[in-house]
């Protein structure tokens, strides 16, 4: 899993957002879609909204978008209010999920779409255009029509063609996601690269946790309508702040249990289920608060019982399945009567054979507590 | 196995029906060719005197200019209104325009004798006197339906975001419409409208009650027919059976059979 290439530029909070939301409401009937979200978007940069289906981030893409109106907040494009403006009269374009092309038009017709609105010589839009598909790799393809296309060629069309504006923002509404998994992972590289080359603010709707580790500068993670955490994406990875983010971005082995002390440096933390005790860097809980142990996968060692390793958490479970990666393996060890954890081997290390018992050990740095909302305890 | 009579009886029968179906209009359309004077066996002979002189009959081209007037009078209409409703049907959605939208097709299930006498006594209410431009209000409301059922359902099967990605490129609401909304759903427009001109070409209820003395093409022909078979009527008929057919295959083939099926 990578991590965005660090361009982030938060060093002039005063600034000019490339987008700046305030506050935001959005009702649907008696569902709350958007409640009260804030946010801003640096200029160049790549920011990615994050979350399940059904959390708002389309509805907040929408609603930036022009598409609908909210209910309460506002909306800022690069310092100037867009709240009332309808959608083309904004200075920013989108690239739908289903691609969007007139279906009666030429690839060409497409593409200068927005040319010929605003009435663009012939000579340049035909520059244009053509620039734009260099952009995009579809070079000669003008004269076809939006029906010749594969999924991936369509979706790359649109991006041209909501480029060709030059707008300063581009919002993307899941642009990937009916593509294959293979044409998937080129076209998340081709997008940041030509983000990176236009230097234009991306804000970018996904449900794919990888897709966002991947491509963004910046995460925002939303669910049911807030924003649960955002931050650069190894942020949000290696500090989530609470159990839904630890669970959405990566996978986390989430274990209930209650502080039994704590020196305000570190905490000790016994288990619910099979009382075993757990140490971590306190994060700032209190003795007998209800609290969730999150450890991602890799942090967890898996050796023979008694084997000496240094490590500050030491469980003894019993080795229960395992399953073949290709590039890793994950095993699963369990330490308590429904307690089963999940943790990564390289494919080197030593095997195991199911049913044996053996000794699962972690860092108590690699442990993060996370206060139990009483929210889902999966993972 | 009964197998191969039980089929044997079922062609049979679907033969018979055909046959009992378009039998009829076979022999209208054979006998407008049939040099002899009288609509009767033996065949005499392949002539177009009767449609020479059904052209002759000053009476009889009044009647086919008014049809025409009146086919392309509501065609026009129709298509305006009936694209405009099937627009707003379809893309808001409210307890108003679920009624509004039973009452638009309403008149496709009245009985047009009914229409036609109710659209007489409201005229005579309202002291409107009976002439082609009643007619043609007449046809407009019974075939109104048509074209907002077609194009509304061409409408709801269009990709919202494709509307969407015009207004967000730059378009307004009307030039979203012009550009891309009406080039998208004019096949099946042109066929609503199609069907709308075959409906109204061979109305013969509704346009007997409303029209006043300015007969229609059917009119013409219902009067003549009382004064016994003139063989010039059967070029008539002719004339508007081809007009029907000609209407409803080409509108067949702008409309996809799931716009039909509604």
């Known amino acids: 899993m990578g991590t965005g290439t660090g361009r982030v530029t938060r060093d002039d909070p005063a600034g000019e957002a490339a987008i700046a939301v305030e506050g935001v409401c959005k009702r649907f009937g008696t569902t709350t879609a958007l409640d009260g979200v804030s946010l801003r978007v640096e200029p160049g940069t790549f920011v990615s909204l994050l979350g399940p289906s059904g959390c708002g981030k389309t509805t907040l893409l929408r609603i930036i978008g022009g598409f609908e109106h909210a209910d309460a907040g506002s909306i800022s494009i690069h310092g100037v209010r867009v709240d009332r403006l309808p959608?083309?009269?904004?200075?920013?374009?989108?690239?739908?999920?289903?691609?969007?092309?007139?279906?009666?038009?030429?690839?060409?017709?497409?593409?200068?779409?927005?040319?010929?609105?605003?009435?663009?010589?012939?000579?340049?839009?035909?520059?244009?255009?053509?620039?734009?598909?260099?952009?995009?790799?579809l070079p000669g393809i003008e004269a076809r029509s939006p029906a010749q296309l594969s999924g991936g060629q369509a979706q790359r069309v649109a991006l041209a063609r909501a480029l060709i504006g030059r707008p300063r923002v581009l919002l993307l509404d899941e642009p990937l996601a009916a593509l294959d998994l293979k044409l998937r992972k080129a076209m998340q590289l081709e997008l940041r690269r030509?983000?990176?080359?236009?230097?234009?603010?991306?804000?970018?709707?996904?449900?794919?946790?990888?897709?966002?580790?991947?491509?963004?500068?910046?995460?925002?993670?939303?669910?049911?309508?807030?924003?649960?955490?955002?931050?650069?994406?190894?942020?949000?990875?290696?500090?989530?702040?609470?159990?839904?983010?630890?669970?959405?971005?990566?996978?986390?082995?989430?274990?209930?249990?209650?502080?039994?002390?704590?020196?305000?440096?570190?905490?000790?933390?016994?288990?619910?289920?099979?009382?075993?005790?757990?140490?971590?860097?306190?994060?700032?809980?209190?003795?007998?608060?209800?609290?969730?142990?999150?450890?991602?996968?890799?942090?967890?060692?898996?050796?023979?019982?008694?084997?000496?390793?240094?490590?500050?958490?030491?469980?003894?479970?019993?080795?229960?399945?395992?399953?073949?990666?290709?590039?890793?393996?994950?095993?699963?060890?369990?330490?308590?009567?429904?307690?089963?954890?999940?943790?990564?081997?390289?494919?080197?290390?030593?095997?195991?054979?199911?049913?044996?018992?053996?000794?699962?050990?972690?860092?108590?740095?690699?442990?993060?507590?996370?206060?139990?909302?009483?929210?889902?305890?999966?993972? | 196995?009964?197998?191969?009579?039980?089929?044997?009886?079922?062609?049979?029968?679907?033969?018979?029906?055909?046959?009992?179906?378009?039998?009829?209009?076979?022999?209208?359309?054979?006998?407008?060719?049939?040099?002899?004077?009288?609509?009767?066996?033996?065949?005499?002979?392949?002539?177009?005197?009767?449609?020479?002189?059904?052209?002759?009959?000053?009476?009889?081209?009044?009647a086919l200019l008014n049809s025409v007037k009146v086919a392309i009078v509501v065609a026009i209409f129709t298509a305006v209104v009936g694209t405009s409703a099937a627009f707003a049907l379809s893309r808001r959605r409210s307890r108003w325009l679920d009624l509004f939208s039973s009452f638009v097709t309403a008149p496709l299930i009245l009985p047009t004798l009914f229409l036609g006498i109710a659209l007489l006594s409201f005229y005579t209410q309202i002291g409107l006197r009976p002439w082609l431009g009643t007619a043609m209000i007449g046809h407009a409301l019974v075939t109104l339906p048509f074209v907002v059922l077609i194009v509304n359902a061409r409408l709801m099967r269009l990709d919202r975001s494709i509307e969407e990605a015009a207004r967000d490129l730059g378009a307004t609401p009307f030039q979203s419409f012009r550009l891309i909304v009406l080039p998208l759903v004019a096949p099946a427009l042109l066929g609503a409208i199609l069907i709308v001109v075959a409906w109204s070409f061979d109305e013969l209820v509704i346009t007997f009650f409303t029209s006043g003395g300015d007969a229609t093409l059917p009119v013409r022909i219902w009067g003549m027919l009382r004064r016994g078979i003139d063989p010039s009527v059967n070029a008539m008929a002719s004339i508007i059976l081809l007009t029907t057919i000609a209407c409803t295959l080409l509108a067949g083939r702008f409309i996809s059979g799931r716009e039909i099926a509604r």
């Open chain 1, 87 to 137: 959608p083309n009269r904004r200075p920013v374009n989108t690239v739908f999920q289903r691609y969007a092309l007139f279906p009666h038009k030429s690839i060409f017709e497409n593409i200068a779409f927005p040319l010929a609105l605003q009435r663009v010589p012939r000579a340049e839009q035909r520059a244009r255009v053509a620039e734009m598909l260099d952009l995009v790799r």
């Open chain 1, 194 to 379: 030509i983000q990176e080359e236009l230097g234009t603010s991306f804000l970018y709707v996904t449900h794919d946790q990888e897709e966002a580790l991947t491509m963004s500068d910046w995460i925002v993670l939303m669910s049911e309508g807030r924003i649960a955490q955002q931050g650069t994406p190894a942020e949000v990875y290696e500090r989530p702040a609470n159990v839904f983010a630890s669970g959405f971005i990566g996978e986390a082995n989430l274990l209930p249990g209650i502080v039994a002390a704590t020196d305000g440096t570190t905490a000790r933390v016994r288990l619910a289920d099979g009382g075993a005790e757990v140490t971590a860097p306190a994060n700032g809980v209190r003795s007998d608060q209800p609290v969730v142990v999150s450890v991602r996968p890799e942090r967890l060692r898996i050796g023979r019982a008694g084997s000496a390793n240094g490590a500050e958490n030491r469980i003894p479970g019993r080795l229960t399945r395992r399953v073949f990666l290709g590039n890793i393996r994950r095993e699963f060890v369990a330490i308590g009567p429904d307690l089963v954890l999940v943790a990564q081997r390289g494919v080197d290390a030593e095997p195991i054979p199911n049913g044996e018992p053996v000794e699962v050990s972690w860092q108590a740095a690699n442990t993060i507590l996370l206060p139990d909302e009483g929210a889902s305890h999966g993972g």
């Open chain 2, 1 to 62: 196995m009964t197998g191969g009579r039980s089929h044997l009886v079922w062609w049979l029968l679907v033969g018979a029906t055909l046959l009992f179906l378009f039998a009829p209009v076979a022999v209208v359309l054979l006998f407008s060719f049939n040099a002899a004077s009288t609509t009767s066996l033996p065949f005499a002979g392949f002539s177009l005197r009767w449609y020479e002189r059904a052209f002759g009959d000053h009476q009889f081209v009044v």
